[in-house]
Each structure stands twice: as C-alpha cells, then as structure tokens.
C-alpha cells in the first residue's frame, strides 16, 4: 500500500502560479504510475497529468503548456506545477498513485487539497 499527502493549495489571482506536493509514504512511489485529478462542484473528477513509473508523462489538453508534473524518487513526491492559472482551475486537486498488474489494478487517492483562482 502507498500513503498520499498531498499539499500546496490555496487562492491565488488569475495568472498566477501555485505547486502541488504529494508526499507518498509505504512502498516506493516510483512503482507506481501517478496522477493528478481535480474536481470542481457539480462536475466529474478529471485527469490533468500523469507519469508514469519509467518517467513519461501525459497532459490533458486543457493544462497543456501550463502544468508540470514531475517526481522525485528520493523524496517520494510528485509534484504539479501550474502557471497561468484561471478561475476555471479552480477545484478539489487529487494526487492518485496507481499499480496495474496482470490480475488487478490498484489505485490510491489522497485527501485532495483546494485551489481556488480568483479572477
């Protein structure tokens, strides 16, 4: 199992930049593929940014250009970095923490941690 915390939320203006941690506890974290969702009220939880255990990452396109996932092996942390940041950003953020094996697939979620963009 794979404890996360995640961390760095918080109100920032339109435009500007925060960054997310999450902290991974238990196995390494780099036998994992991790992710960052967020979830805004009244909408479904979305995938912003992944990599994966070998370092590839993936972006939807609505972050694309603005947000940065990247992880440290040795911290045990994933971090998001996100720049130009607008209103529509603002949501519940999750750091997700996922290991496919031939049988089953494993997912861990933290608590979430809330960014908000004011216009």
């Known amino acids: 199992q794979v404890q996360l915390v995640e961390s760095g939320g918080g109100l920032v203006q339109a435009g500007g930049s925060l960054r997310l941690s999450c902290a991974a506890s238990g196995r390494p974290f780099s036998i994992y593929n991790m992710g960052w969702y967020r979830q805004a009220p009244g909408k479904q939880r979305e995938l912003l940014a992944g990599?994966?255990?070998?370092?590839?990452?993936n972006y939807a396109d609505s972050v694309k250009g603005r947000f940065t996932i990247s992880g440290d092996n040795v911290k045990n942390t994933v971090y998001l970095q996100m720049s130009s940041l607008k209103p529509e950003d603002t949501a519940v953020y999750y750091c997700n923490a996922r290991r496919t094996t031939s049988a089953n697939q494993y997912d861990y979620w933290g608590q979430g941690t809330q960014v908000t963009v004011s216009s």
């Open positions: 990599i994966s255990s070998s370092g590839r990452t």
